[in-house]
């Protein structure tokens, strides 16, 4: 085992170490717990992380949404919240860098990203229609869905193989998309949905190649294409890293170029923007726009504010600046590849090559003695909470949820546990302690049993979903 050598990670790679581009200047106190105690808080939460407090929770791995830390610009920056109802100071600075960062024309803010899915698939899909994408994300297929759409995952076939080490796992297939086309007619397609940095898929990126191939058979179709923009910022850093002809682009640039080739894109702001709640909406198109400015009004709220406070709004504007700097989006990536190699080196299995914000273990990979149905990534995600305190996440059959026609449940290839890092909030420190314990679970799994699920929402069911061992 090479964790006990004294080697820092850059040694060992061959490579420099890199560190924060930021220094701590307050700092949140944790609660440390006992396994007696974590034993309790597990079985009262129903064996789901989302039902645990947080104040029982030691490291917070749930998810990299609304949890990261901002800067001392952006607190100063709330208090410069101009909070009238209509055309606050802060929507146009938000409007200004979304335009200078991004390139949109047109931009609604939204209360999150959920707000922009369920506008943009109201005003787009007509009932029946089918909507393309490279693999389903939980909210975004569900909207999609509710608006009466199909979702048809065409996302290429790699992307399902947690050890394929294919360099851009989340691009899209265009010869599955092109048949679905031509089997369906382009008119029965509401819009190719194509989301940066495939969280389902481990954090995989889309290649700017693939992109314009995309926007390529898009436009011989006459089909719109839109972009799910959430961890695009990351996505920007391994075009810049993998493909040929970006080395010397910035990460700024390569965003903004991306997003010229789609006709909008829709954002949690939770995650690359640095904000802890927030999202917009942003198309070119004056028509669409002004069909999305009547629905936020209903939804949301006004068209310049969208449900967001003014200093949520100026708090993003910042946010959005300080997200695109090359030295932000390295440490930020960084940090989930020195976790990634630390697990990697322990020959422990994870989702292949490490993505921009998690990783993502593959369960069954550990519990390889566990059907699907007796969800062995929730089952690891109990595990690692028990053992230490940790709170990862389920990516697998509970989140796959269950077809809406049949009613059965989807049977999702990847059955993951996810670790997902908050940006700019803990430290080198944390990740090995998440890498032991992660080990201590991987040593424990022969003697692991499964779950089963004795309550299940309707919707979205992983989040308040409760279990019980088996
Ligand atoms: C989080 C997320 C969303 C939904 O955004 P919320 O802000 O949680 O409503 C949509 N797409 C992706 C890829 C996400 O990660």
């Known amino acids: 085992m090479t964790n006990s050598t004294p080697k820092t990670m850059g040694q060992q790679f061959g490579r420099r170490s890199w560190a924060e581009p930021w220094k701590i200047k307050m700092v949140e106190p944790l609660n440390m717990s006992t396994p007696e105690q974590r034993e309790k808080a597990m079985v009262e939460a129903g064996f789901n992380t989302f039902l645990l407090r947080s104040d029982d929770v030691y490291i917070d791995l749930l998810t990299d949404s609304g949890t990261g830390a901002m800067s001392d610009r952006q607190w100063a920056g709330m208090m410069m919240g101009d909070e009238a109802y209509a055309g606050s100071r802060n929507f146009y600075n938000l409007e200004n860098a979304l335009q200078t960062y991004y ?5 609604l803010p939204t209360h999150q990203g959920r707000g922009a899915e369920h506008l943009i698939s109201q005003a787009v899909i007509k009932k029946g ?13 569900l909207h999609q869905e509710l608006a009466g759409g199909i979702f048809v995952d065409v996302i290429i076939d790699e992307a399902h193989d947690p050890v394929d080490l294919h360099p851009f796992k989340g691009n899209i297939d265009l010869v599955k998309l092109e048949n679905l086309i031509q089997s369906k007619g382009a008119e029965n397609i509401a819009y190719v949905s194509l989301a940066g940095t495939v969280n389902m898929a481990g954090g995989q990126p889309v290649s700017m190649e693939n992109l314009k191939a995309l926007r390529a058979m898009t436009d011989k179709y006459g089909i719109k294409l839109f972009l799910d923009a959430t961890r695009m910022v990351e996505n920007s850093l391994f075009i810049q890293e993998r493909e040929q002809g970006y080395a010397d682009k910035s ?7 991306f997003c010229g080739y789609t006709d909008g894109a829709w954002m949690s702001a939770k995650k690359d923007n640095l904000v802890n709640i927030g999202g917009w909406l942003a198309v070119n198109d004056w028509a669409l726009f002004e069909e999305l400015r009547n629905l936020v009004v209903v939804y949301e709220g006004l068209h310049t504010y969208g449900g967001l406070a003014g200093r949520d709004m100026e708090a ?3 946010g959005i600046a300080e997200s695109v700097k090359d030295e932000h989006v390295r440490s930020r990536v960084g940090q989930v590849r020195y976790l990634g190699e630390l697990l990697t080196d322990w020959g422990i299995p994870i989702v292949q090559p490490v993505g921009g914000h998690a990783i993502f273990l593959n369960a069954r990979a550990f519990y390889p003695h566990l059907k699907q149905i007796e969800f ?25 949820g269950r077809d809406a026609k049949t009613g059965d449940h989807y049977y999702p290839k990847l059955e993951l546990t996810r670790l ?13 302690v998440v890498a032991e314990s992660v080990k201590a679970v991987y040593d424990a799994r022969e003697s692991t049993s499964g779950l089963k699920m004795v309550y299940e929402p309707k919707y979205l069911r992983f989040f308040q979903a409760r279990f019980e061992r088996l």
Request: aromatic share 10%.
């Open 376 to 400: 062995p990534a929730q089952t690891l995600a109990a595990e690692l909470y028990l053992d230490s305190g940790i709170r990862s996440m389920e990516r697998g059959i509970a989140s796959a």
């Open 251 to 257: 990460i700024a640039e390569i965003l903004k170029e």
């Open 103 to 107: 390139g949109y024309k047109h931009i």
């Open 316 to 318: 993003m504007a910042i």
């Open 420 to 432: 997902t890092i908050p940006r700019r909030v803990y430290t080198q420190a944390h990740m090995d």
């Open 129 to 141: 229609q089918y909507v393309p994408g490279n693999m389903y994300f939980t909210t975004t297929r």
